[in-house]
């Protein structure tokens, strides 16, 4: 459940996509759909459990979700509330890799890329 909801989903490693066996798959979708609909979202100074998006391209996206269920004739299990501004936490370091970014963000291993390892011996005694 937090794999898909951390910074609201906008990172590359959200959860999208569940396997469930189909013996729960009824009970997974009506716990998820509870969970979903439990959710505030909002600005992050709230401490809420969603975060609002980044900006109005995700929110486009986002709001388009349950109409392109419709049409494509998936039932949608719940809905909630899309907010288009930034947020994002500090706790865990995070960043791309090749083509999708360099160095990490987060957390103390963003520092990293403004440091220098320097060893210094010092004779004592």
Do not use: W
């Not at 390892?117 to 005694?125: D, Q």
């Amino acid at each position: 459940m937090n794999a898909i909801v951390q910074n609201a989903g906008q990172t590359c490693s959200a959860g999208s996509r569940l396997l469930v066996q189909r013996s729960i798959y009824q009970a997974v979708l009506d716990r998820l759909a509870t969970t979903f609909i439990g959710l505030r979202a909002g600005p992050p100074d709230l401490e809420l459990e969603m975060g609002p998006l980044v900006n109005r391209k995700p929110y486009d996206v986002v709001k388009r979700f349950p109409q392109q269920a419709e049409e494509e004739r998936i039932p949608v299990a719940a809905t909630g509330v899309v907010h288009p501004e930034a947020s994002g936490g500090v706790e865990l370091p995070f960043g791309g890799v090749k083509s999708s970014g360099h160095g990490r963000e987060k957390g103390f291993e963003a520092l990293k890329g403004f440091t220098v390892l320097k060893t210094i011996a010092i004779k004592y005694g």
